[in-house]
């Protein structure tokens, strides 16, 4: 059998990666074993340990791509101006609020937040473990990217922003009543877009 290329190789490891970082953020990490994500992958199980040293170490990766996912998205909106259904502008902070804090979001966790996908997970860790690291780094970094948004309000105010969103998102996936999770997700775009004022359109 001939020998996979260097290339190849990064490449299925990559694959791997992604397929994970999607799989976690569905199921949670404890629900997704190895053979499941190498075959997501389209790969085998037995070539597991050419590519990671353990499932805590393949987690952590995927973690940390879900959380790049987020911050790209993030850095995509800082030089733009997005209309919203009424013809106005809206700010990249608002538009990336009014797209977080969506149906759209809500149900494709998937694709979504690593960590309102996976907030609980982290807690559940013990310190110092590769999940609860890779989370906190990526919160970090999520952090970070809110703030660079234009019309920041300094750390504090992103970091309170950040936990209204995350929070929201959160308790919209885990009610079952449509029309509550609904009003979680309205209720925390106004708050954060324009309090006082009728919540922008999803």
Known sequence: MPRVSRAEAERHRQDVIDHTARLIREKGSEQVSVPQAM?????????FYRHFSSKDDLVAQALTA????RREAMDDLVDQRMDDPSGEQR???????ARYLSTLHRDHPGQGCAAAALAADAA???PGAPLRTAFTAGLRDLVDGFQQLPDP?????????LSTMVGALML?????DPGLSAELLAAARRRLTSPGGDAPTA
């Open 172 to 176: 919209s996936r885990a009610s079952d």
């Open 91 to 97: 700010t990249p902070r608002a538009e990336f609020l």
């Open 66 to 69: 879900a959380f790049a996912e």
């Open 39 to 47: 075959a997501a992958a389209g790969l085998t199980h037995g070539g």
């Open 153 to 161: 309000e300094g750390r504090e105010a992103a970091l309170a922003d």
């Open 124 to 126: 559940r860790a013990e």
